[in-house]
């Protein structure tokens, strides 16, 4: 079990400039979770996928979000147009059934310059 | 909706004393409630959940933590402080059985430990 993986760890990007952080789940976990975590805040919710379908997407994620995960497997996070705003670390997370324990990745630092 | 509110953004103990981090919860329907623990730069780890069996729950690191519905409250705490045991804690809240299981987190509660 190599747990949830990130990458990359940290990012650095002007602002405009798009950016995409890849996630990849405990293996064979079904669901997969989007979390974003600014300074002094808790992980606040994004969007989670069952297998390859998006079921949720939370109103903090606006048009410039795009998130796949096109076989079930490892996802993406896409932010298009940065905005400075946007800085954050970005959580990902898994489980294998509904209700169960998410194992939570160790998340993708952004800073938008 | 579901939120939870920890009290006091920032904790301080003497190494070896009781631990006690609060957290309150609002929720319309039987809540699942969690503890997570964030190291810096590191992701979140569970230190304990309930979901609606035993009200007192043990977890991981010597923690534990009671649900108490009449107080909503859902308080961590450790009889003896370890040094590392300074993290990012944070007290969750998820509403069973629902469709989606997202995990609604509290701002989070820094502690420190005193030599």
């Known amino acids: 079990d190599t747990g949830v993986s990130q990458d990359p760890r940290h990012k650095i990007t002007?602002?405009?400039?798009?950016?995409t952080f890849r996630c990849d789940p405990i293996s064979e976990h079904n669901r997969l979770y989007w979390y974003r975590?600014?300074?002094g805040q808790g992980p606040e919710f994004l969007t989670y996928f069952q297998n390859e379908a998006q079921l949720e997407k939370s109103r903090l994620l606006s048009d410039r979000f795009s998130a796949e995960r096109p076989k079930?497997?490892?996802?993406?996070l896409?932010?298009?147009?940065?905005e400075q705003g946007d800085s954050a670390m970005y959580l990902c997370a898994s489980s294998l059934l509904q209700g169960n324990e998410q194992y939570f990745g160790p998340g993708t630092r952004l800073t938008v310059t | 909706a579901q939120s939870v509110t920890q009290l006091g953004s920032h904790v301080?103990?003497?190494?070896?004393?009781?631990?006690?981090?609060?957290?309150?919860y609002s929720s319309s329907v039987p809540p699942y409630l969690f503890w997570y623990v964030q190291y810096?730069?590191?992701?979140l780890q569970l230190l304990l959940k309930y979901t609606s069996a035993a009200t007192l729950v043990k977890g991981i690191n010597g923690f534990e933590a009671e649900f108490?519905?009449?107080?909503?409250?859902?308080?961590?705490?450790k009889p003896s402080a370890h040094m590392s045991d300074a993290a990012e804690y944070f007290c969750a809240v998820s509403v069973p059985p629902v469709r989606d299981d997202k995990i609604i987190f509290g701002k989070g509660t820094r502690l420190h430990i005193l030599p």
């Open chain 2, 12 to 24: 301080s103990v003497s190494e070896g004393a009781l631990v006690l981090l609060r957290c309150n």
């Open chain 1, 72 to 76: 079930g497997s490892f996802s993406t």
């Open chain 2, 68 to 77: 108490k519905k009449s107080e909503t409250s859902f308080h961590l705490t």
């Open chain 1, 37 to 39: 975590q600014t300074l």
């Open chain 1, 14 to 19: 002007k602002r405009g400039q798009n950016v």
């Open chain 2, 40 to 43: 810096p730069n590191q992701g």
């Open chain 1, 78 to 82: 896409e932010i298009q147009r940065t």
